[in-house]
């Protein structure tokens, strides 16, 4: 039995999956000392050292699933729209998007031709994989891509975005629909290459309303979604203080919702029925240990030991992370995290 893949789809399983968003690196020692320095494209361009981060932490953590070691902007950079990710910054771009022009900028994702190396790595990590440890591709979501192609830089406020978006709405339709296609590219290509479920990043939808959200988003992510669906692999749909958005982000079509840390567990009853994935604050993580096992139980606890659940932190794994906690969440998480 899998236990993460049955509790995607909601189906009858043993005890409560866990994996940790960012589990592949940054608070790894293993990870520092064979990353070196450079952007993270570098590495992900090498599929012996793409595939060994993905591998880490199973081998540490003994998580129910593994997620791929890539970034969002994969596929943006591999068409060449200038697109690196600065070490401490986050993804920047050399000439951001800004009007029609650009769009010609965008063109189609041929991922054996654009992304080998991400199809190498799958390969690779799936052959190493225990069979019941399954690999999660992902993808960035159209609104948190365009996020970064528009700012030139991760952003607080998203201005220059939402000037866009409300301000040329048909321009802003055409960006989201090419970001879509390079989305739907990339997660087919690592579907087809092994990755057995997937996770659309919308990290930052939170920053919209729900009018904004329903108008100018929600569109692009269910083509994407339904554009993978015939591959029969679960997906998984993530934004972070996202907790006015999840009963639309749920119409977009995916198995699985991510709740961040700021959303209670028994939001579930109040949209349609999802698995739920979620949600330890990651800060948790650096408290005493008996806070975080307190902490961890409550989460189980208000998972209602239902079988559409998994367990995550609402967030990515902060660097700083000791990893000896990591692991003791997990043993924790397989103990006690029993489904009805």
Not at 65 to 80: E, M, R
Not at 140 to 152: D, H, I, K, N, R
Request: proline share 8%; aromatic share 8%.
């Amino acid at each position: 039995m899998n236990n993460f893949l049955a509790a995607c789809r909601s189906e009858p399983h043993d005890r409560v999956p866990v994996w940790f968003m960012r589990q592949a690196g940054r608070s790894l020692p293993e990870y520092r000392a064979l990353r070196g320095d450079g952007s993270i494209l570098d590495a992900i361009r090498d599929p012996k050292l793409a595939a060994e981060f993905t591998l880490q932490p199973v081998r540490r953590y003994g998580v129910d699933a593994a997620i791929l070691y890539s970034d969002i902007v994969v596929p943006v950079a591999a068409i060449g729209f200038g697109v690196d990710v600065a070490p401490g910054t986050g993804p920047v771009v050399a000439r951001p998007f800004a009007s029609k022009a650009d769009l010609d900028r965008l063109r189609p994702l041929d991922a054996a031709r654009d992304t080998p190396y991400v199809i190498d790595a799958i390969n690779a990590i799936v052959d190493e994989l225990p069979d019941d440890v399954p690999l999660i591709g992902f993808a960035g979501a159209p609104f948190t891509v365009a996020s970064y192609l528009v700012e030139g830089r991760p952003s607080r406020d998203y201005v220059k975005t939402k000037a866009l978006m409300l301000g040329e709405p048909d321009l802003w339709r055409a960006l989201m629909d090419k970001l879509a296609d390079l989305a739907v590219a990339s997660l087919r290509s690592q579907i087809e290459a092994g990755a057995r479920a997937v996770q659309l990043f919308d990290s930052w939808a939170g920053a919209l309303t729900i009018a904004q959200y329903v108008e100018h988003v929600l569109p692009a992510s269910t083509k994407v979604f339904a554009a993978i669906a015939d591959l029969g692999v679960p997906r998984i749909h993530f934004g972070v203080n996202t907790t006015n958005l999840l009963p639309f982000m749920a119409e977009a079509g995916a198995e699985v919702l991510g709740f961040d840390w700021r959303t209670p567990l028994t939001l579930r009853h109040t949209i349609r029925p999802v698995a739920v994935q979620g949600n330890l604050d990651p800060a948790v993580c650096f408290a005493p240990w008996p806070v975080v096992e307190r902490e961890v139980r409550l989460v189980l606890s208000e998972s209602e030991g239902a079988p559409g659940y998994i367990f995550n932190l609402g967030h990515g794994v902060m660097p700083e992370t000791d990893p000896a906690v990591l692991a003791r969440i997990v043993d924790l998480v397989h103990a006690e995290g029993r489904v009805a």
